[in-house]
């Protein structure tokens, strides 16, 4: 599991990191169980401030991804996949291959991906 930031991105650097996390946690790279890094370790790897790393825990968890505890850490939550079919998982991940070699930026990726499902209904 890897997380990295662009911090050129007009996206904010917490919002990064919450959607590479819960996009690791719904592709199942993270498992129910599994434990996050902890606050300070990640913010340090990423170069950014504990608050940051922090704010992207607590809306994690406010969507009922992980869970926090004191001397335990943040840990995925069971059941908190959407439960993704293997071939759709494997379409997303075809995707992402095919946009990569387009020379998108994720930012273009995920735009791309929201304006498809406004343009279905969805």
Do not use: C, W
Request: charged share 20%; no cysteine; aromatic share 2%.
């Amino acid at each position: 599991m890897s997380v990295t930031l662009d911090l050129l991105a007009a996206t904010p650097p917490y919002e990064q990191v919450r959607a590479q996390l819960a996009g690791h946690i719904r592709a199942g790279a993270l498992q129910p169980g599994d434990k996050l890094p902890v606050v300070r370790a990640l913010a340090a790897d990423l170069g950014v401030a504990t608050n940051t790393v922090a704010r992207a825990y607590r809306e994690l968890e406010a969507g009922g991804l992980v869970t926090t505890r004191r001397r335990v850490g943040t840990i995925v939550q069971a059941g908190s996949g959407s439960e993704v079919e293997p071939a759709l998982l494997a379409q997303a991940k075809a995707f992402a291959r095919s946009a990569r070699v387009a020379g998108l930026s994720d930012d273009e990726t995920i735009d791309l991906v929201r304006g498809a499902l406004s343009a279905s209904g969805g």
